[in-house]
């Protein structure tokens, strides 16, 4: 499997700084209700949107595809599953050893 992964403008190596406002610039916006959660691990950063504790309920997270993920040598985002970031940073791990990330030339069309 390859982590098929976008570019940015992100300047590199990586920060939290920079993850912050790559995932603004690039990614969707926050749900309504929901903030934005962005952890570090060795390789990036993932980027998931979450219900404060202290918010009413609102409309549930969608599952599947809702977690990105900012590498931190390139800056480009691939898209994950809702899995926690420990599992994520793993298997990422391992896909960078096999040298399996693909950065496209562009981001896919919105349609």
Not at 53 to 76: N, W
Request: net charge negative; hydrophobic share 45%.
């Amino acid at each position: 499997m390859d982590i098929h992964a976008y570019p940015t403008d992100a300047q590199t190596p990586v920060d939290l700084a920079e993850a912050t406002r790559v995932a603004a610039e690039h990614l969707p916006a926050d749900l309504p209700g929901h903030e934005r959660q962005i952890v570090e691990f060795a390789d990036g950063f993932t980027v998931c949107a979450v219900q404060p504790l202290h918010a009413p309920a609102t409309r549930p997270i969608p599952v599947g595809g809702s977690v990105y993920v900012i590498d931190k040598a390139t800056g480009a985002v691939s898209f994950w599953p809702t899995y926690p970031t420990g599992v994520i940073a793993a298997r990422y791990a391992l896909l960078l050893a096999a040298g399996r990330l693909v950065v496209a030339d562009a981001w896919p069309d919105q349609d």
